[in-house]
Structure formats: structure tokens, C-alpha cells
């Protein structure tokens, strides 16, 4: 965005100083504000009206890029949901969700209440586009118009909410979700008002589990509770998408048990890295390698991260404590992953426990020895791995609850390779 031209644009029509406009326009930008809001906020801070310049271009869902200042759609409401953020040391509240024409589907904000809701057909005018997630986003604001049509626009789209937690994915607005609380504990956190209770835990359907947040702690939430949660927003956290309960939502009881899930899915390694990030997953694969970092290791007694030569990122020169983990390359065929398994896992596959390794390693002269011993038992061969699957830039990894060596029969495998490939057995 060239914030320089937009500040220019504003001071020739304002007649005051660029400086001032630019200085104005970076603050607001830099807290998310769309480009036409601020533009907008400046002209009325300068006395020049909330009304812009550019005539909106009538577009389909599927042509809005993030090349357009403003434009006018007509489109089906899928979602809609609240969420309260902090601007400018005030808090608003905004709506988010989805809009559909037959083109495709694109996101949005809204910061106020245009009294839409899910299933209307509307025409929005006026509307600003963003990025957002990587995609453009409609911003609908004080200068946006929104009619709503009597006629319904057919669209492909699912109207509503509701959702299963596996169809979740982190930046998803407005969802619905029928579960069972699997785990809840209250806490006490540094909110940006000073402490904070919380509750936090897992809830379960049929499809999934999945980790949440209620930040404004709702009385039904207690662990085996049958409910119904609408209006939650979802966020990354750890690399896996998090159900987010807010003051907006709404909790009520059903009337039946939700069936909870005892296994994780089962996926190829492409598959989890496509999808980005997973609370729960099951992978099998190879170990073709055991990854520096293995063994006996030492943590920070702060931070519990692992240290090197006595050193810690966080909190430099300390000393460290040991603990055994395990770094594992695990390889599918379909991609790889780092498999990383914790002290429990570790001492089994090792065959022994933490004050054995030290005394290996302490025989040896060699701290080394007890990665050596780990790798020896594993690499090469093929285990189902379960745990919590993140993806950032410095890859996949796959923090693991359960390891088991796979039972699959290499020669049916052969022969389904084969098959695959075309080739007669």
C-alpha cells in the first residue's frame, strides 16, 4: 500500500500539511483499520465530510482483489458473528462472517450494525477491501450502504454457522458447534484489564477434539455437559486451530448426548501439512532419521525450553536440568514431519529411565551415546504416532500423546505400491 499517495490524495483535498495526514493515516492503519475507514476518519477530523471520491465498482465475488478501493456487491449472508476489540483505548464491537454470490464467497468486517443476518440478500455499497488471511476481505463502514434485496440469490453455499469441529479452521467467524466439554479448568491470566478468570479445556464431537477458550466463563461449561455454543470465533494457537467463547456467545444445554470421538483422524502427512495445523491427528510413517537435539537433554529452569552449551534464549546463562526427548523425521511418502516425543515416550523406547541415561552417558564420557541408543531403535522402521500437528516456517511438527510401531504387512504394502503403480505382481 503506498501510503504516501493516499496521505498526498488527503492533504491536496483537506489543504492542510502531508505530514500531518500521513502521521494520522499510518497510526490508524497500523491497528488494522481499513484504508477507506481512515481515510474516512481523517476527513472528518479535518472537516471534510465522511464522503470519499471514488465511484464503487460493481463487481462479482469471485473478481474483488485487493487492487479495489471501493466496490458494490450483491450477495447472500452466510454468517455473522460479534466480537469486541480494543481501538484507540476504546473497546467496539465489529461483525464478522461470510458473504456468497454464485462467483464465490469472501469475508468480512463490519464496523457497525447494518441489522443483516444470516440468509438475507443484500447489495452493499460503498464497501473497502483489505487482505486478509491472505485473501481479499470486504470492510463495510461508515460510508458503506447496505439494501436488502426481496428477492433471494441462490448460492451454492451452506447458510449458517453450524459446523463440526474437523471442518474448523483457524479465522473462521460466526460458527456454531454441538459438543461435550471433555476437559475444564479455570484460570486466572494478565488480561489487558489487569487479571482475568477464564475457563479453558477441550470439547469433543463425533468428528474431533478441540481445544477452547471461554473468556467470559459461561456456568454450563462444567466437564460432561451436553452443549450447544453459537457465535464462537476460531484462532491459531500453538499451530492448531482454538474455539473462542465470548461474551457474544451464547451456551445452552441439549437435550441429548454429543457422542465423543475415541480416535483421532487418520491422515497422510500432505494432508496435515496442507491443512495447516491439527489439536488432534493420527500419522504413520517411517523414522528415517533421529534429529539432533535427541536424548539427554538439558531445559531452562525458567522457560523449560532446551538449552544449548548453558545457554537459553530466554533467560541466558542458567542451570539447566536434564530430561530425555526425542526429535524423529518421520517420512510417509506423501511428506515429512519432525515427530517429537517427550520423556514418558522416550524412556520407553530408550529402556530406561532418566537416571540411567546419566549414567551411560557419564560411563561414555559422552551425552551423545544415549541419542545414538535411541536411534539405533528406531530409524528405519515404521510407527502410527498420535498428538497435536503444527506447521510454521521452520516446518511441520508432530508433538506426540501416543507412539506405537505400525502393524502393517510389508507385503501387502509392496503389493498395494504396485498396484498403484500399474505393475503386475
Not at 189 to 202: C, N
Request: glycine fraction near 12%; aromatic fraction near 4%; include cysteine.
Amino acid at each position: 500500500m503506498d501510503v504516501d499517495n493516499h496521505a498526498e490524495e488527503l492533504a491536496s483535498a483537506l489543504g492542510v500539511d502531508k505530514q500531518e495526514v500521513k502521521e494520522d493515516l499510518e497510526n490508524l492503519l497500523q491497528y488494522s483499520v481499513p484504508v477507506d475507514e481512515a481515510k474516512q476518519s481523517i476527513r472528518r477530523k479535518h472537516g471534510g465530510g465522511g464522503g470519499g471520491s471514488a465511484t464503487p465498482e460493481s463487481l462479482d465475488v469471485a473478481d474483488i482483489s485487493t487492487e479495489h478501493d471501493n466496490v458494490a456487491v450483491t450477495v447472500r449472508v452466510l454468517t455473522k458473528g460479534s466480537r469486541s476489540i480494543r481501538y484507540q483505548g476504546e473497546d467496539i464491537t465489529i461483525r464478522e462472517g461470510e458473504f456468497a454470490d454464485e462467483t464465490g464467497t469472501v469475508s468480512y468486517t463490519a464496523w457497525q450494525e447494518f441489522g443483516f443476518e444470516p440468509g438475507d440478500t443484500v447489495t452493499v455499497g460503498n464497501a473497502g477491501v483489505r487482505e486478509w488471511n491472505e485473501s481479499p476481505e470486504l470492510n463495510l463502514g461508515d460510508s458503506t450502504s447496505v439494501a436488502l434485496e426481496t428477492e433471494d440469490l441462490e448460492v451454492a453455499n451452506e447458510i449458517g454457522g453450524d459446523r463440526d469441529l474437523i471442518d474448523l479452521a483457524a479465522g473462521d467467524r460466526g460458527r456454531n458447534v454441538a459438543v461435550r466439554v471433555v476437559e475444564v479448568e479455570r484460570r486466572t491470566i494478565d488480561g489487558r484489564d489487569g487479571e482475568k478468570e477464564i475457563l479453558s479445556g477441550v470439547l469433543g464431537d463425533e468428528t474431533a477434539r478441540l481445544p477452547f477458550t471461554d473468556w467470559e466463563p459461561h456456568e454450563e461449561l462444567i466437564e460432561g455437559a451436553s452443549l450447544r455454543i453459537e457465535d464462537t470465533h476460531v484462532r491459531e494457537y500453538r499451530g492448531a486451530p482454538e474455539l473462542n467463547i465470548s461474551e457474544f456467545s451464547t451456551v445452552t444445554e441439549l437435550d441429548r448426548e454429543v457422542e465423543v470421538t475415541a480416535d483421532a483422524p487418520s491422515m497422510t502427512i500432505g494432508e496435515a501439512v496442507a491443512g495447516g495445523g491439527l489439536f488432534d491427528v493420527e500419522l504413520t510413517g517411517n523414522v528415517i532419521e533421529v534429529r539432533d537435539g535427541s536424548g539427554l537433554i538439558e531445559r531452562c529452569p525458567e522457560c523449560n525450553r532446551a538449552i544449548q552449551n548453558g545457554e537459553c534464549r530466554s533467560h541466558g546463562s542458567v542451570e539447566g536440568e536434564d530430561d530425555l526427548r526425542t526429535k524423529a523425521i518421520l517420512d510417509d511418502g506423501t511428506g515429512t514431519c519432525t515427530a517429537i516425543l517427550g520423556r514418558e515416550i522416550t524412556e520407553r523406547i530408550y529402556g530406561g529411565g532418566l537416571e540411567d541415561a546419566r549414567n551411560e552417558a557419564r560411563d561414555a564420557m559422552d551425552r551423545e551415546v544415549v541419542a545414538d541408543a535411541i536411534a539405533a531403535e528406531l530409524e528405519g522402521r515404521e510407527y502410527r504416532i498420535r498428538g497435536s500437528f503444527s506447521v510454521d516456517e521452520y516446518g511441520a511438527n508432530l508433538n506426540a500423546d501416543a507412539f506405537t510401531a505400525a502393524d502393517s504387512d510389508p507385503a501387502e504394502q509392496a503389493r498395494e505400491l504396485l498396484a498403484a503403480l500399474g505393475v503386475g505382481a
